[in-house]
């Protein structure tokens, strides 16, 4: 079984924990209704890239 041969100090063990912490989603403004919706998703609108494409 492996044993790690030095005690892992609390700045290598914090700096591999800072990349779990949680992210804002991006979000990406329609130019035709102004609303915020999530990147390469269609709006609540139905608009996608500026283009309607749900009726």
Known sequence: MAV???RTS???KNNR??????KQPNLSR???TGEYHL???VSAD???NGKK???
């Open 4 to 6: 790690p041969a030095r």
């Open 10 to 12: 609390k700045t290598k």
């Open 17 to 22: 924990r800072a990349n779990q912490k949680l």
């Open 30 to 32: 329609d130019p035709q």
């Open 39 to 41: 990147s390469h998703h």
């Open 46 to 48: 139905g608009y996608y």
């Open 53 to 55: 494409v749900i009726n």
